[in-house]
């Protein structure tokens, strides 16, 4: 039994993973109505970030080495925060309304991240930043007879076009200069983040089950992220406005609340609690530039069955998924009960693994919503009967 409470602690720090990136996408589609694809693809940024975060911190060693962590997850919200909100202005804006189109360009911005941390380079950014600031520069001082005149969008596009070509040319050159700026900085390979040793080894035990620091420090964290942002949703001038947009935003707009900082600012924290998930993933293993398909199932998964937009049911449904992964995919039921019987020992060994254990998921989800198809918490209020 006692491998199968030490299974039901694994679950529970896989489940507050979930939690941290299931919370970030809920949030954004409770308010925007926005399915992110690209939400797996933030928290793989996240965990890139710890990864520079922890090469800046190696060479000082000692005691500025073992606090790089804490740096870390700070620098994971915030850099994916502003990836988030840099979407929201520039693409995600434009597409309200209209779903269908919002869930092919996410899906595109994800293929375009995974392929970007793939072959980055000094002179990647550099063109990137020439391309962007050319792009600028001809927006900010174009006359404005020509902003206002009818074939002004086709005129922008066409400057940001001929932005893009200066930047690709611009990179090519660049990566003449030598393989200092034309080696990428990661490239398709997996990479591993060595924890601190504060987080290393076990932080006690309970009636003989260890408890390993790391599983310890991330269901905590967790805990302390959902208080917050729970304080910052019913506390807050911003979450109040959150909440007020979200039941409402014509009215929210007629009475004078800015509805679309409001958007950049939820999007903002989406993604960024999704680069927290991603900072505490490295924790558990190495990470690629693949890591986000992995997780955006299930995150998708703890939404429909907690119910959109319901943090208590998202709480839930992540914990139950976590749990049921970690029992039924580690196999740990048939070393824990040898004498199960064998027709129920054949289908514990069909689904004891991580892919299958989340096929057993998904069939469970499917069954459950036969009987409540708006999950186990959905949204009350007359925005739902609206």
Avoid at 110 to 117: A, D, H, N, P, R
Avoid at 336 to 362: H, K, N, R, W, Y
Wanted: aromatic share 12%.
């Amino acid at each position: 039994m006692e491998l199968v409470f030490s299974q039901i602690l694994d679950g529970l720090s896989i489940g507050s993973v979930l939690l941290l990136a299931a919370t970030g996408l809920a949030i954004v589609f409770g308010l925007m109505g926005v399915i992110n694809l690209a939400h797996g693809e933030f928290m793989m940024l996240g965990a890139y970030v710890t990864f520079v975060v922890q090469n800046i911190f190696r060479p000082l060693g000692g005691t500025a080495f073992e606090l790089y962590y804490i740096v870390a997850l700070v620098a994971s919200f915030v850099v994916t925060a502003l990836v988030g909100v840099l979407l929201e202005r520039t693409l995600i804006r434009r597409l309200y309304g209209r779903p269908l189109e919002t869930l092919l360009a996410t899906w595109g911005v994800s293929l375009v991240l995974i392929q970007f941390v793939r072959s980055v380079s000094l002179a990647m950014v550099l063109g990137i930043g020439v391309t962007a600031l050319l792009g600028w520069l001809a927006q900010r001082f174009l006359p404005m007879s020509l902003k206002q005149a009818s074939f002004s969008n086709y005129l922008g596009g066409a400057f940001w076009a001929l932005a893009g070509v200066l930047g690709i040319f611009s990179i090519n050159i660049f990566v003449s200069f030598g393989r200092f700026f034309s080696n990428p900085w990661f490239g398709p390979r997996n990479i591993d983040v060595t924890a601190p040793k504060w987080l290393q080894g076990s932080w006690g035990s309970v009636a003989g089950i260890e408890l390993p620091g790391i599983r310890i420090f991330i269901i905590v964290l967790s805990a302390l992220l959902l208080a917050a942002v729970a304080w910052f949703l019913t506390k807050s001038v911003w979450g109040v406005r959150i909440r007020s947009v979200t039941q409402n935003r014509e009215m929210s707009n007629c009475l004078g609340i800015p509805t679309d900082s409001v958007d950049s600012i939820t999007f903002g924290i989406g993604s960024g609690l999704a680069g927290v998930a991603g900072c505490a993933i490295t924790l558990l293993g190495s990470v690629g530039p693949n890591l986000g398909a992995s997780y955006i199932v299930s995150c998708f998964m703890v939404i429909v069955l907690g119910g959109v937009g319901n943090l208590v049911g998202t709480v839930i449904a992540s914990m139950m998924l976590g749990i049921i992964q970690s029992i039924i995919g580690s196999g740990s039921l048939l070393i824990a009960f040898p004498d199960m019987p064998s027709g129920l020992q054949a289908v514990t060994e069909f689904f004891a693994t991580t892919s299958m254990s989340l096929v057993l998921v998904f069939i469970f989800i499917i069954a459950f919503l036969q009987f409540k198809p708006t999950g186990m918490f959905p949204q009350k209020g007359r925005s739902v009967d609206a």
